[in-house]
T-cell receptor, first 115, second 114 residues
Framework: DTEVTQTPKHLVMGMTNKKSLKCEQH?????MYWYKQKAKKPPELMFV???????INESVPSRFSPECPNSSLLNLHLHALQPEDSALYLC??????????????FGQGTRLTVV | AQTVTQSQPEMSVQEAETVTLSCTYD???????LFWYKQPPSRQMILVIR??????QNATENRFSVNFQKAAKSFSLKISDSQLGDAAMYFC???????????FGTGTSLTVIP
């Protein structure tokens, strides 16, 4: 299984809503990532979890709250978002250390629209 | 700062022809991995090819090959016999061997003309 599964694929939410994005992988990867991507732009790193601990937070506003309940799951909790937060949110995972399989595996993303 | 430069925002190629996408990067590290990712309109980022910086031999994957010039910090992607399904955004990226962060270039949008 070389898949990273993200749900939902599409999400429309109001600025006062609370929602969560979910990401799951069963490749035994111990690094998991959240990226935000605008159209025709590269992914922007938001958070990195290493061994289920938050290792990188790229100064993301507190209305985005990540959670890593276990080594297979990654959540992104959303609250009081702004229209400019509308984007494609990508989850990825990778091995930590070692020379093999060093790439990141990406999910299909959640297309988020904030209204 | 770790930077990856893709100087061609857009490229086009005739079907069955060959195209080369350029990428340069800036790092003081000596041990790292380089990647080309493809992102079609379906939006999933898919690994095209990977190169270990310690390997002198250029990586190849079927119709895809790279020209890795470590001293010049250059990592170009050659697509041979281009197909309509190759149309996508292509991102160059690298990762340090000791780190868990990926650094992405700005992307090249490839159009394949039938």
């Amino acid at each position: 299984d070389t898949e990273v599964t993200q749900t939902p694929k599409h999400l429309v939410m109001g600025m006062t809503n609370k929602k969560s994005l979910k990401c799951e992988q069963h490749m035994g990867h111990r690094a998991m990532y959240w990226y935000k991507q605008k159209a025709k732009k590269p992914p922007e790193l938001m958070f990195v979890y290493s061994y289920e601990k938050l290792s990188i937070n790229e100064s993301v506003p507190s209305r985005f709250s990540p959670e890593c309940p276990n080594s297979s799951l990654l959540n992104l909790h959303l609250h009081a978002l702004q229209p400019e937060d509308s984007a494609l949110y990508l989850c990825a995972s990778s091995r930590l250390g070692g020379p093999m399989n060093t790439e990141a595996f990406f999910g299909q993303g959640t297309r988020l629209t904030v209204v | 700062a770790q930077t990856v430069t893709q100087s061609q925002p857009e490229m086009s190629v005739q079907e069955a022809e060959t195209v080369t996408l350029s990428c340069t990067y800036d790092t003081s590290e000596s041990d790292y991995y380089l990647f080309w990712y493809k992102q079609p309109p379906s939006r999933q980022m898919i690994l095209v090819i990977r190169q270990e910086a310690y390997k002198q031999q250029n990586a190849t994957e079927n119709r895809f090959s790279v020209n890795f010039q470590k001293a010049a910090k250059s990592f170009s992607l050659k697509i041979s016999d281009s197909q309509l399904g190759d149309a996508a955004m292509y991102f160059c990226a690298y990762r340090f061997s000791t780190g868990n962060q990926f650094y992405f270039g700005t992307g090249t949008s490839l159009t394949v003309i039938p």
